[in-house]
């Protein structure tokens, strides 16, 4: 079937191709303001998730340097110790053979890996293992103790809240700190809100 167009639907068609061959300046507007609120939204969610990820791979870096430590203390049946750099436990730590289980590097000691962090976006520190840890040829630690990760990326959220800890317990065992109580900041061993004031 075959349909003939009229005179004035062709010059319709005709003016509606001319007259849309662009954007005028108020839909232009319009489409920015969109694009700007869009990006509004979505830059602080990438940036929070971008900075979830930084704590969760520091975190990790130090947990599976426990991990390795204890593994090779109970396979080599050797005392094998992580002593943190001369600044601190953010900036790195040595893994080592320990020979003497005195947590430092004598002669005799063999190096097994040095871990450099340094970035003075995070802090991590413990009360317990102020300068290393040490573990014995059965994999246990010198006693119970946590290791605190607090980051400073975003100094506008509650520090307590972005606080997370590594809790070593009486045999060497590594976990990470959860929140068990619901109000969103972890808790150390003891059940403890962490505090990063």
Not at 10 to 33: P, S
Not at 67 to 85: E, P, Q, W, Y
Request: glycine share 10%.
């Amino acid at each position: 079937m075959v349909t003939l167009c009229t005179d004035g639907v062709l010059a319709q068609m005709k003016r509606k191709t001319k007259n849309d061959q662009g954007l005028t300046l108020i839909e232009l507007i319009v489409t920015l303001a969109m694009a700007l609120i869009v990006l509004s939204i979505g830059i602080p969610a990438f940036q929070s998730l971008s900075q979830t990820n930084f704590r969760t791979t520091k975190v990790n870096d130090l947990v599976s340097s426990l991990h390795r430590a204890r593994s090779k203390a109970i396979f080599g049946n050797t005392s094998v110790s992580i002593r943190r750099s001369e600044n601190g436990w953010n900036a790195g730590w040595s893994i080592f053979e320990d020979g003497n289980a005195n947590g430092a590097i004598d002669a005799g000691d063999e190096l097994l890996r040095a871990v450099d962090r340094g970035s003075p976006l995070f802090t991590i520190s413990s009360t317990e293992f102020v300068d290393s840890i040490t573990f014995d040829s059965a994999g246990n630690s010198a006693g119970a103790g946590t290791f605190l990760y607090c980051g400073n990326e975003n100094p506008n959220a509650l520090r307590s809240q972005r606080a997370r800890a590594i809790i070593i317990n009486g045999i060497g065992h590594a976990r990470l700190s959860r929140d068990d109580n619901g109000n969103g900041i972890h808790e150390d061993r003891l059940g403890t809100d962490l505090s990063c004031n």
